[in-house]
């Protein structure tokens, strides 16, 4: 199937519906069943079960539960550095926001704006900063952990599509992180305020995060805010922070002058959680 075709696929298949009834299959625990599927997941796409704290497939009650496994102790360790790599996965893209505008792919870009729901107030903190976006295949651990020691300001639910969000449709789909449904986690770090976007996608039948629990589903048709009272929620640097059930795309923005990325970080490589992203730069 060529990659246009895939695409435009997308525009006409009942995405939503695909995605609720993934949901529905990855709950449901079937025994044998389930253990079997579990097993064809780990040999289609290579997953390694030597880091999972338990790699026993037929010790999982349902697919969800083993698809957001937990490591096993040490099978992250974490780099000395100001900002640490929140997951496992693949760099989409990273570097500067120029004004306002975030490079998506060749000939895509979006707004920091349109990102975080349309709030130009939280945009405005990062015109002129820098971005980071990973995107988490099928084999990934899909757990998200804290870049640095953060403080949770609001969270906020986008509603939205629920394209895929794997290279080709990035590279096909105009706006996509912008427009696919996520959840906008806002927070106030050593350096000042930072976000971390978590984007759905199809078959990614649910996003969490630690304070709130399931976010969705259900999907609701309107923006969401909640906000956070100062020391309600404190997360340290490598902490958990959320998951996604099935693939997805983290989404970081940070303000000017506060990230300087690692030199070995470059588009399209791949990333581990907890290895260094970046370090704060020098006081002028």
């Known amino acids: 199937m060529s ?3 895939s695409v435009a696929l997308q525009y006409v298949l009942p995405k939503r519906a695909l995605t609720q ?4 299959l990855a709950g449901l625990k079937g025994g044998k069943a389930t ?3 579990i097993r064809w997941f780990i040999e289609r796409y290579g ?3 030597d880091e999972a704290a338990n790699p026993d497939p ?3 009650a349902s697919f969800n539960e083993f698809f957001t496994r937990p490591l096993r102790e040490g099978a992250r360790p974490f780099a000395e550095a100001d900002y640490l790599c ?3 996965g693949a760099i989409s893209q990273f570097g500067p926001i120029e004004r306002d505008q975030i490079f998506q792919a060749k000939g895509h870009f979006y707004t920091t704006t349109t990102l975080v729901g349309g709030d130009r107030s939280l945009a405005a903190h990062f015109e002129d900063g820098e971005f980071a976006t990973i995107y988490l295949s099928p084999r990934d651990y899909h757990r998200i952990h804290m870049p640095c020691d953060g403080r949770l300001l609001q969270m906020i639910y986008v509603p939205g599509d629920l394209f895929s969000v794997n290279p080709a449709t990035a590279r096909g789909v105009p706006g996509l992180f912008a427009r696919n449904e996520r959840v906008v986690c806002v927070f106030e770090g050593e350096a000042g305020p930072f976000v971390m976007v978590l984007v759905g996608a199809t078959i990614v039948g649910s996003m969490a995060t630690v304070w709130h629990g399931v976010v969705n589903p259900p999907r609701r048709p309107d923006i969401e805010k909640h906000a956070y009272a100062p020391g309600e929620v404190e997360l340290r640097k490598g902490d958990e922070m959320g998951r996604f059930l099935l693939g997805s795309t983290v989404v970081m923005l940070f303000p000017k002058g506060t990230m300087r990325f690692d030199s070995a970080w470059a588009a399209a490589r791949p990333v581990r959680l907890g290895e260094a992203m970046g370090q704060r730069p020098p006081a002028a």
């Open 47 to 49: 997953v390694n079960m």
């Open 86 to 88: 929140p997951v496992d």
């Open 21 to 24: 009834l993934a949901g529905r």
């Open 58 to 60: 037929a010790s999982y």
């Open 35 to 37: 253990t079997a599927v």
């Open 3 to 5: 990659e246009r075709f």
